[in-house]
């Protein structure tokens, strides 16, 4: 726990400062509500998972390593090997989940507050409807019993996962050089950012939070925004009332709101927006 807070305040330190210092976009709304109101989630998250969930992923890799179950305790393999191998499935496991509360409608719901956000910043990347936190949690363990992923490698996973979130929402500038070489080992800002575009082929590119390769090799990879960076627009067409994507209140009705599955999979309208939907 406290190497996870300690890794988690010094990541977001860093990228606050990295953001302030040489930033990629000027904001199109106010930052300290913002702010405010996204870290207020956090905590909310944070406060509801030490109830439901106190011993977290790696109190679940210690209980199923005292039971001897899934796939690593039965198949003994060198401990560097089923660790690397869980840390790249695991990374796959939320790869899939990302593409999954994508396409499913109620699922869609949980995951909008994700990008209800107007701008892009290192707090979109801990910005998340309490539920899905909790949808998220359940996969993940269950993806830790079956592989019987060693008790180290989650939690490096989680940090690994935890600093990969708040680096690539970051709203920082570095030279196009170094984003290119990036991309092959780390999702970087400019990738992630396309994910978080309102146009609905951009949204649904990109999904990697930690590793680029998933995106590459299931064919979701998509390079740049057609708008470029600087002029892209961010969020969800019709999500933009402040009451509803900056305030916390907001934030925590945004999966009730409107009728249901008017995007996703199963969609009846597959013409381009005419106006503002969706
Ligand atoms: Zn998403
Ligand atoms: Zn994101």
Redesign the pocket.
């Known amino acids: 726990m406290q190497i996870r807070l300690g890794s988690f305040f010094a990541v977001l330190v860093g990228m606050a400062l990295w953001e302030v210092l040489a930033p990629r976009r000027s904001p199109v709304s106010s930052r300290a509500v913002r702010w405010a109101n996204n870290l207020a989630l956090v905590a909310v998250n944070t406060l509801l998972l030490r109830l439901v969930f106190p011993a977290a992923a790696v109190g679940v890799a210690i209980f199923v390593d005292q039971q001897g179950w899934g796939l690593f305790n039965y198949y003994r393999l060198p401990g560097v090997v089923s660790g690397v191998l869980s840390v790249l499935a695991l990374d796959l496991v939320i790869y899939l989940q990302h593409v999954m509360v994508h396409a499913v409608p109620l699922l869609w719901r949980l995951h909008r507050v ?2 209800a956000d107007v701008d892009f910043d290192v707090t ?2 801990i910005r998340f409807h309490p539920f899905e936190i909790l949808v998220s949690m359940l996969i993940k363990a269950a993806a830790i019993v079956v592989l019987g992923a060693p008790v180290a490698a989650v939690l490096v996973f989680e940090l690994l996962l935890n600093a990969s979130s708040l680096f690539n ?1 970051g709203n920082v500038r570095m030279p196009v050089k170094v984003d290119r070489v990036l991309r092959w080992l780390v999702v970087t800002p400019d990738m ?1 950012r396309v ?2 575009s309102v146009e609905d082929d951009e949204t649904n590119s990109n999904f990697g939070f930690n590793l680029p390769w998933w995106d590459r090799l299931f064919g979701t990879y998509r390079d740049q925004p057609r708008a470029g960076h600087l002029a892209m627009t961010i969020g969800i067409h019709t999500f933009n009332e402040p009451r509803l994507v900056a305030w916390l209140p907001g934030l925590l009705m945004i999966p009730f709101v409107g009728r249901i599955s008017d995007y996703t999979i199963n969609r009846r309208n597959w013409e381009p927006p005419a106006g503002p939907q969706r």
Do not use: L
């Open positions: 994700h990008h979109t990347g929402h992630h994910h978080h």
